[in-house]
C-alpha cells in the first residue's frame, strides 16, 4: 500500500520528503482507521464482507457429551461453545414451582490478546447480564417447566458460554449459542420422594424443553457517522462511533435493545437495522433447525 509523502518544507533534510511505503499489516497497525476507511470507500470491508452483511452462523449441536444441553457457533472466526448442566435445587419462597436459568459468559485470555487472565472484565459482565436480563424478560421458557416438586425441588440450568476464539460481535454470538443448546437440552426424568426429601432421577426418557420464545440478536455499528458495519469485527469495533444491538423474536417482533453510549442514531437508520435484524433472526433460526436435524440423522 502506497503512503503518500509529506510535503516538502524548504530547509527541512530531504529524507523527510522521500516516498515511503508500508505493507498492509504494518499501516493496519498503525493507521486502523484510516486501512478501513480506504476499503469503505469501496463499499467493501477488510474481510470482504459488503458493508450490509453478516457473517454466516454455523451450528453444531450436542457436541459436549457431559453436559445435558451444548451447541458450538461460529461467526467468521468468532467461536462459542455453550454447555447446560441441569441441579437440583430449592425454588426461591417467592417462585415455588419456578426453576432457573443462570446464563454465564467467559472471555478467557486464550481466546484473544485482548483479555487478561483473573476475574471477568467488563465486556463478559456485561453481555452476561444482559443475556440473563433478556432470557428473563422475555420468557424463553415457562420456568415451572423445572419444576420438580412444588416447594421443595426444581432444576436449576447452568448455561456456561466460552468463547474459544474472539473476532468480534461476542453478544450475537453467545445468545445464538445459549439458544441453540436450549434447544438441544434434555432433562433427566425425576421424581420427589417426600418421605425421605430426596430426588431420584433417571436418564432413561430424557424430557426435551419448550421454548415459548426464541431472541436473536443482531448488532450494528456505525463508522465515520454515515457507514452502517453489520455484524462488526473486533478490529472495526473499536474505531465504531456507536453501536447498536437489536434483538428479536421471530413473528413476535423486537423483544431487546442494547445501545452502550456513543452517537444518536436517525430513526431512518433504525429501521433498516430493525429490518435487517429480523432477516438476520429468520436465518439463525434455520441454521439451528439444520443442526438439530443433522444431529437426529447422525
Known amino acids: 500500500m502506497q503512503i503518500d509523502p509529506p510535503a516538502h518544507t524548504p530547509g527541512a533534510p530531504a529524507a523527510a520528503a522521500a516516498t515511503f511505503s508500508l505493507d498492509p499489516e504494518t499501516f493496519k497497525k498503525v493507521h486502523p482507521a484510516e486501512y478501513h ?3 469503505l470507500s469501496q463499499n467493501v470491508r477488510s474481510d470482504g464482507r459488503p458493508l450490509d452483511k453478516f457473517r454466516k452462523a454455523l451450528v453444531n449441536v450436542g457436541s459436549i457429551t457431559t453436559a445435558h444441553g451444548s451447541a458450538m457457533v461460529r461467526l467468521g472466526h468468532t467461536t462459542v461453545v455453550c454447555g447446560i448442566k441441569a441441579e437440583v435445587a430449592e ?8 426453576g432457573y436459568l443462570i446464563p454465564n459468559v467467559d472471555l478467557p485470555a486464550l481466546c484473544s490478546p485482548l483479555f487478561r487472565p483473573g476475574p471477568p472484565g467488563e465486556l463478559a459482565q456485561t453481555v452476561s447480564e444482559y443475556i ?6 422475555s420468557k424463553v421458557l415457562n420456568l415451572e417447566d423445572l419444576c420438580i416438586a412444588s416447594g421443595a425441588a426444581v432444576w436449576a440450568l447452568h448455561a456456561d458460554i466460552v468463547c474459544l476464539n474472539y473476532e468480534g460481535n461476542i453478544l450475537d454470538a453467545a445468545l445464538i449459542a445459549l439458544m441453540a443448546a436450549l434447544r438441544n437440552l434434555r432433562l433427566p426424568t425425576a421424581t420427589y420422594h417426600e418421605s425421605e426429601s430426596t430426588v431420584h432421577a433417571t436418564e432413561h426418557r430424557p424430557i426435551a424443553l419448550v421454548l415459548d420464545h426464541f431472541p436473536v440478536a ?3 455499528g456505525t463508522f465515520d457517522g454515515h457507514h452502517i458495519l453489520y455484524d462488526p469485527t473486533d478490529e472495526e469495533e473499536p474505531l465504531l462511533g456507536s453501536q447498536i444491538t437489536i434483538v428479536v423474536d421471530g413473528e413476535e417482533g423486537m423483544c431487546g435493545l442494547l445501545k452502550p453510549g456513543g452517537a444518536a442514531m436517525t430513526r431512518e437508520v433504525l429501521e433498516r437495522c430493525t429490518r ?5 433472526c429468520a436465518d439463525v433460526s434455520a441454521a439451528i433447525d439444520l443442526a438439530l436435524a443433522a444431529q437426529r440423522i447422525d
Do not use: G, M
Open 91 to 98: 425454588p426461591r419462597p417467592a417462585t415455588p414451582k419456578e
Open 218 to 220: 443482531a448488532t450494528f
Open 276 to 280: 435487517a435484524a429480523r432477516d438476520r
Open 37 to 39: 476507511r480506504r476499503f
Open 132 to 137: 440473563n436480563r433478556l432470557v428473563n424478560s
